[in-house]
T-cell receptor
């Protein structure tokens, strides 16, 4: 079992560029989520999905899109990157409230 | 809405010292409570959890007791090691859904 995998590990974008952060899990979990981690603020929920075809907004959804076409994959899209989106992004899948996190993607927007 | 407040760091201790990291929560329902640990350059890992009042979660020498009367879930360890150096996050999850709220994290450094 690979658990939760994320790519890329590091990314630098210019303001206005778009990109997709990839997330995949092989545990057959229905619930998946995206968080951003900023210094002194813990983790904040961006979007989540309770199953294939179903997504919803979390605490800080603006500037991000998600889709869930399969149980395994939950990509996060940045539509037009802004410096305020510089952060570390974690994907997680969940089973009975126990979350399993990926290793993270460190994104810098210049 | 639901929220978690945890002791601000950083916390620096000598090896074998006693550790307490305070965590209090606000919730309208009956949350499950968690402690996660994040080692440098890694994602969060579940350290321990408790799902109802008076439950005690424990793992790797760490313990925390779910106290409904004081809305707290303080993390303790009797004798810390250098390898315990990490960032610790308190979190809650409403049992009606999977939404999880995290505290800001407490950085622990243990010196030999």
């Amino acid at each position: 079992n690979a658990g939760v995998t994320q790519t890329p590990k590091f990314q630098v974008l210019k303001t206005g560029q778009s990109m997709t952060l990839q997330c995949a899990q092989d545990m057959n979990h229905e619930y998946m989520s995206w968080y951003r981690q900023d210094p002194g603020m813990g983790l904040r929920l961006i979007h989540y999905s309770v199953g294939a075809g179903i997504t919803d907004q979390g605490e800080v959804p603006n500037g991000y899109n998600v889709s869930r076409s399969t149980t395994e994959d939950f990509p996060l899209r940045l539509l037009s990157a802004a410096p305020s989106q510089t952060s570390v992004y974690f994907c997680a899948s969940s089973y009975f409230h126990e979350q399993y996190f990926g290793p993270g993607t460190r994104l810098t927007v210049t | 809405g639901d929220s978690v407040t945890q002791m601000e760091g950083p916390v620096t201790l000598s090896e074998e010292a006693f550790l307490t990291i305070n965590c209090t929560y606000t919730a309208t329902g009956y949350p499950s409570l968690f402690w996660y640990v994040q080692y440098p350059g890694e994602g969060l890992q579940l350290l321990l959890k408790a799902t109802k009042a008076d439950d005690k979660g424990s793992n790797k020498g760490f313990e925390a007791t779910y106290r409904k009367e004081t809305t707290s879930f303080h993390l303790e360890k009797g004798s810390v090691q250098v390898s315990d150096s990490a960032v610790y996050f308190c979190a809650l999850s409403d049992q009606r859904n999977n939404d999880m709220r995290f505290g800001a994290g407490t950085r622990l450094t243990v010196k030999p």
